[in-house]
């Protein structure tokens, strides 16, 4: 993998329980892996522009060079590349938009997490959902009710989570 000029943020990866599971289901690829982080980071540097700066459409765009990261680690797997890019549209324009539903709330919890996994044919395990509800729950909550008007129902959450492992 080259060397970056940036870095991901080591810490919310740890406080968003992404290292715990890399380790836990013993996912290897490290592009895969670091794309992903570089996601998560991207967005928090998001989360973080619009906590302190107008709201508008050229302010999402701050901090993304986190993006180009994730961007040159998968660029030879273009499906992978549109899971992970289309996912962080879609979370830029409910944060833009200030108020997220209950569903896209879920989206922004599990979806990168579920976009890893799938990189290794798995599902998130019965007891992980726990695990990165109450993650996000400790961490993340505050950062996203700050920028956006979200109810944070945990049992909707747990529920939904639940259902998509069942499937």
Do not use: C, P, W
Not at 6 to 29: C, M, P, Q
Not at 46 to 66: M, V
Not at 138 to 161: C, G, P, T
């Amino acid at each position: 993998m080259k060397n970056s000029e940036y870095k991901y943020d080591e810490n919310l990866i740890s406080n968003l329980a992404y290292d715990r599971l890399v380790d836990r289901y013993g996912l290897d690829k490290e592009n895969v892996n670091h794309a992903i982080y570089y996601a998560i980071t991207s967005l928090d540097s998001h989360i973080n522009s619009l906590k302190k700066i107008e709201n508008s459409e050229e302010n999402i765009l701050l901090g993304d060079y986190y993006s180009f990261e994730y961007y040159n680690l998968v660029q030879g797997d273009l499906f992978l590349l549109n899971k992970i890019s289309s996912h962080m549209a879609n979370i830029y324009k409910y944060l833009q938009k200030g108020n997220l539903s209950r569903n896209q709330l879920y989206q922004v919890i599990f979806n990168l997490y579920a976009i890893l996994l799938d990189e290794y044919g798995l599902k998130l395990k019965y007891d992980d959902i726990d695990l990165i509800l109450d993650s996000y729950m400790n961490f993340y909550h505050e950062k996203i009710v700050s920028v956006a008007e979200v109810e944070f129902d945990k049992e909707y959450l747990l529920e939904k989570a639940r259902a998509m492992y069942d499937r």
